[in-house]
């Protein structure tokens, strides 16, 4: 069964950093196009960044590009989404995910096989 494992969410005042990371089991980073979701209460669930499967194409959501990197350490077959200056409006459950054939339309969390569980980031004022 695969499974996409994250870890890295918690809390932290504005202004601050976090670094989520997502492991997947039974393929490999290099193989899939992986994004990272997240969903806030009583919202629905949206695009946050994706990196395509040869890594030379990332992709962010305006509300965090300049602030939020996501990148691949391959030899620990992991995706990272690094988070700089974070804001209240950041506070979601942040999922990760895994795509096979996310094409042009890396956005749309449709497009997407597999995910993970969630890992809560709260930031407070």
């Known amino acids: 069964q695969v499974q996409l494992v994250e870890s890295g969410g918690g809390g932290v005042q504005a202004g601050g950093s976090l670094r989520l990371s997502c492991a997947p089991s039974?393929?490999?980073?290099?193989?899939?196009?992986m994004g990272w979701f997240r969903q806030a209460p009583g919202k629905e669930r949206e695009f946050v960044a994706a990196?395509?499967?040869?890594?030379?194409?990332?992709y962010y959501a305006d509300s965090v590009t300049g602030r939020f990197t996501i990148s691949r350490g391959n030899a620990r077959n992991t995706v990272f989404l690094q988070m700089n200056s974070l804001k209240p409006e950041d506070t979601a459950v942040y999922y990760c995910?895994?795509?096979?054939?996310?094409?042009?339309?890396?956005?749309?969390?449709?497009?997407?096989?597999?995910w993970g569980q969630g890992t809560q980031v709260t930031v407070s004022s």
């Open positions: 995910a895994a795509g096979s054939s996310v094409s042009g339309a890396y956005y749309s969390s449709a497009n997407y096989d597999y």
């Open positions: 039974r393929f490999t980073v290099q193989s899939y196009d």
């Open positions: 990196i395509r499967r040869s890594a030379s194409t990332s």
